[in-house]
C-alpha cells in the first residue's frame, strides 16, 4: 500500500524526506501515511506484548500502544509549535506534525523489527520479571534512537540549513503562479540568527523533557499493557498516584529492604 | 524508460505543484481535508486499497477517541466486572468511531462536488501516464526486434504527447487558479485559447498518422486533448 511506501522512503532517504517537509512537498500525505503506518506498526508490538497474558489483553494493548505514542505526540504539539513560533520559526504546525510522526514512525518500526525476538522470548520463556526487562530495554533503545533522531531533525541549525540549501529561483520555478512569501527567504544572516536559535535549541530541549513526562505518566495512566500473570484482565488499573511517586515508592522500598 | 519519456511523464510531485493538492491513486487532497477520487469506484484494485484505508482510518481514529472511553468509564457502577467494563468501552468507543468515520465519509462525499473537475482532469492525466507507458513498452518491444522499428512514427507520437501534456498542464493550472481565486482572472483566456490550440495540433497528427502502428495512441492522446478541452470549457462558464 502507498502508505508503507512513504514509510521505506523515509528509512532510505531520511535526508531528503526530511528536506521534502521543511519545503511542505506532499506534507498531507506523509502525515497520513506516517499516522496509518507507524499505529499498525505499534498495534502489532502492543498485541504481541498483550499475548503474554490473555487474548483479551491482546487487543487491549494493541489499541492502548499506538495511543500512548501518538496521543502523548498530540498532547505536546501545541507546546512545541507555540514556543517555536514565538522564537522566530517559521515552521507550519502541519511540518512540526510530519517531523514529530517521522521519529515516532522510525522507533514503530524499530519496535516492530524487534517483534520476532519478543515472539521467540514470549514463546520459550514464561518469566514475568525477564519478560519485562526486555521490553523495557526494547522500549529505551527504540526511544532512545527516534528522540535522537527527532532532535537532529528538529534543530533549528538544520532547519535553516535546508531552508538555505535550495536557491530561490528552483524555488520559484516549483511553485509558478504560486506567490513567494518573502519571509521564506533566509534573509538574516546567522550571525544575526545566533540566539534565536540557541533559545529554540533549548526550548526543543525541554519539549523533549516535556514528551518524556507527559509519555510516562499516559503510559502509566493506560496501564496495564502487559497484564500480569494469573491476574484477571484488567482494562485499566485504578487511577491512583502517578508514575513518578511510584518510581520514588519503588526506589524507597528498594532502599528499606 | 528513456530520458525523453520520463521528462514526459507527470508525477505525482507535479500535480501536486500545478493541482496544489496532494493527489495519490485514491485520494484528491489528501485523506484528511481531501476526497476520493471516482475511478476508485470503476477500478476493482483501488477499490480495495479504498477499503483497506476505510479499515486504518477506523482504527486510528479507535485509538485518538481511546481517552473518551476511559474517561467515561472510569466510574464503574458497584459490582461490574472488569468484562463487562471493557464491553461498556469497546461499545462507546466504537460508538464515537463509527460516528466519526460516517462524518469523514460524509465529509468526502460532500467535497467531491467541488474537486469534480480537478478529479476528472487527473483521470485524463493517468490515462495520458498510462499511454506514456503503452510507447515504453512499445520501444521496449523495438529494441528486442519484435516490432521493426520503421513501422513506429515515434517523433510524432512523442510531439502530440508534449502537446496533450502542455494541455494538461494548463487544464491543472486553470482548475487550480478557478478554484483558489473564484473570482474572475484575465489569464484563464490566454489559458483556454492555449488549449484550443493544442487540440487543433492533435488533430492534425491524427489526421497524418492514421495508417501507422501509432494511429491508436495518438487517437487516445486526441481523446484526452478532446476531454481536457471540455472540462475547461465547463470551467469557462
Known amino acids: ?257 | 524508460m528513456q530520458s525523453d519519456l520520463k521528462a514526459l511523464k507527470i508525477d505525482e510531485g507535479e500535480l501536486e505543484t500545478l493541482s496544489g493538492l496532494d493527489v495519490n491513486d485514491l485520494f484528491v487532497g489528501g485523506i484528511f481535508g481531501g476526497t476520493y477520487r471516482p475511478s476508485v469506484w470503476r477500478d476493482s484494485k483501488k477499490l480495495f486499497f479504498f477499503c483497506l484505508t476505510e479499515i486504518s482510518v477506523f482504527v486510528l481514529i479507535l485509538v485518538f477517541t481511546l481517552p473518551i472511553g476511559f474517561i467515561l468509564t472510569q466510574n464503574p457502577t458497584p459490582g461490574m466486572g472488569e468484562i463487562q467494563r471493557a464491553l461498556q468501552f469497546l461499545t462507546i468507543n466504537l460508538s464515537v468511531a463509527g460516528v466519526l468515520m460516517l462524518g469523514w465519509n460524509f465529509y468526502l462525499w460532500n467535497k467531491q462536488k467541488s474537486l469534480a473537475s480537478v478529479a476528472k482532469l487527473l483521470d485524463e492525466v493517468d490515462k495520458y501516464n498510462e499511454v506514456i507507458k503503452a510507447v515504453e513498452i512499445i520501444d521496449k518491444l523495438a529494441t528486442v526486434g519484435h516490432l521493426p522499428a520503421n513501422l513506429i512514427n515515434r517523433e510524432e507520437v512523442l510531439e502530440a504527447l508534449r502537446v496533450t501534456r502542455e494541455s494538461l498542464v494548463c487544464a491543472l493550472m486553470t482548475e487550480k487558479i478557478l478554484r483558489q481565486h473564484k473570482s474572475f482572472i484575465a489569464r484563464r483566456h490566454e489559458l483556454f485559447a492555449n488549449i484550443e490550440n493544442n487540440l487543433l495540433a492533435l488533430r492534425t497528427l491524427e489526421v497524418n498518422s492514421q495508417a501507422n502502428e501509432y494511429g491508436r495512441l495518438l487517437n487516445e492522446a486526441l481523446e484526452i486533448g478532446m476531454s481536457v478541452y471540455k472540462e475547461v470549457k465547463k470551467l469557462q462558464n
Not at chain 1, 538555505?164 to 509558478?176: G, I, K, R, T, Y
Request: hydrophobic fraction near 50%; glycine fraction near 4%.
Open chain 1, 1 to 257: 500500500m502507498n502508505y508503507f511506501t512513504v514509510l521505506i522512503t523515509l528509512l532510505r532517504d531520511r535526508e531528503n524526506f526530511v528536506q521534502e517537509i521543511h519545503h511542505q512537498a506532499r506534507l498531507k500525505t506523509k502525515i497520513t501515511a506516517l499516522l496509518i503506518s507507524s499505529s499498525i506498526f505499534l498495534a502489532i508490538y502492543g498485541g504481541i506484548i498483550g499475548a503474554f497474558a490473555s487474548p483479551l489483553q491482546v487487543f487491549a494493548s494493541a489499541i492502548k500502544l499506538p495511543a500512548l505514542y501518538l496521543i502523548t505526540l498530540i498532547i505536546c504539539l501545541p507546546t512545541l509549535y507555540f514556543f517555536n513560533a514565538f522564537f522566530g520559526s517559521k515552521q507550519t504546525i502541519g511540518q512540526n506534525l510530519a517531523l514529530l510522526l517521522t521519529a515516532i514512525s522510525i522507533t514503530a518500526v524499530l519496535l516492530f523489527s524487534f517483534a520476532p525476538v519478543t515472539l521467540f522470548f514470549l514463546i520459550t520463556i514464561r518469566n514475568y520479571q525477564f519478560f519485562i526487562l526486555l521490553n523495557v530495554l526494547i522500549f529505551a533503545l527504540t526511544g532512545f534512537i527516534g528522540i535522537s533522531y527527532l532532535y537532529q531533525i528538529m534543530r533549528p541549525e538544520s532547519e535553516q540549513l535546508e531552508l538555505a540549501s535550495v536557491p530561490l529561483m528552483e524555488h520559484q520555478a516549483e511553485h509558478d503562479f504560486v506567490v513567494v512569501d518573502a519571509d521564506q527567504k533566509p534573509k538574516k544572516s546567522h550571525k544575526n540568527l545566533a540566539p534565536e536559535v540557541k533559545t529554540r535549541t533549548n526550548i526543543l530541549r525541554f519539549w523533549l523533557g516535556l514528551y518524556a513526562f507527559v509519555g510516562c505518566q499516559l503510559a502509566w495512566t493506560l496501564r496495564p499493557f502487559f497484564g500480569a500473570p494469573g491476574q484477571a484482565f484488567e482494562l485499566f488499573r485504578p487511577r491512583e498516584g502517578n508514575f513518578y511517586l511510584s518510581v520514588i515508592q519503588s526506589l524507597i522500598e528498594i532502599l528499606m529492604n
